[in-house]
């Protein structure tokens, strides 16, 4: 509908009627596609619809592709990695023990909760574990303690029958 046929609606409208009660309807229905006094949608003609149509088929295509893309890229992707190297699975106690081998068997146990951004209760607990395996000493050092792994403890620390033996 063009303006001017608007224009015209609302002048017949006020011209008819003492109210704008009237004109505001009229206004209003026109606006939202349907005609004065006729009661039915507005028809357009098929251009939208065909517009419409091909939107959907466009947005269709371009899933299906981006779909199949993923699909098919998924293994080559999965292939292309490298074997990840044992390093990366590397166990909690076993992290600990091999960073007291790389600093010569002994470490304080505030720098090795430093190395590992874990918490101290964890660590803590951690190093309990090991200690009650036998896989580590923990030896009192005022307030702090000195985590040694065995054969590296100090020789101050061993009774007199160990330094013999060693």
């Known amino acids: 509908m063009s303006s ?7 002048r017949d409208a006020y011209g008819s009627s003492s109210s704008g009660a009237v004109a505001s309807t009229v206004t209003a229905s026109s606006w ?11 028809q357009l003609d098929g251009g939208a619809h065909l517009a419409a149509m091909a939107g959907m088929v ?12 993923n699909r098919y890229e998924e ?11 044992r390093e990366e699975f590397v166990t909690d106690r076993e992290r600990v023990q091999q960073l007291l081998r790389e600093n ?3 470490m304080k146990q505030s720098k090795i909760v430093d190395s590992v951004d874990w918490s101290k209760a ?12 036998g896989r580590i000493t923990k030896l009192r050092l005022g307030r702090e303690n000195l985590v040694c792994l065995p054969g590296h403890e100090p020789t101050a620390s ?4 160990q330094v013999n033996d060693d």
């Open 4 to 10: 001017r046929r608007r224009g015209s609606t609302l």
């Open 32 to 42: 939202f596609g349907v005609l004065p006094g006729v009661g039915r949608p507005l």
């Open 58 to 69: 466009a947005l269709a295509v371009l899933g299906g592709i981006l779909v199949a893309r």
């Open 75 to 85: 293994p080559a992707s999965a292939a292309a990695d490298p074997e990840p190297s």
């Open 104 to 106: 010569g068997g002994r």
């Open 122 to 133: 964890k660590v803590s607990r951690l190093l309990a574990d090991l200690e009650d395996d």
């Open 158 to 161: 061993k009774s007199p029958e």
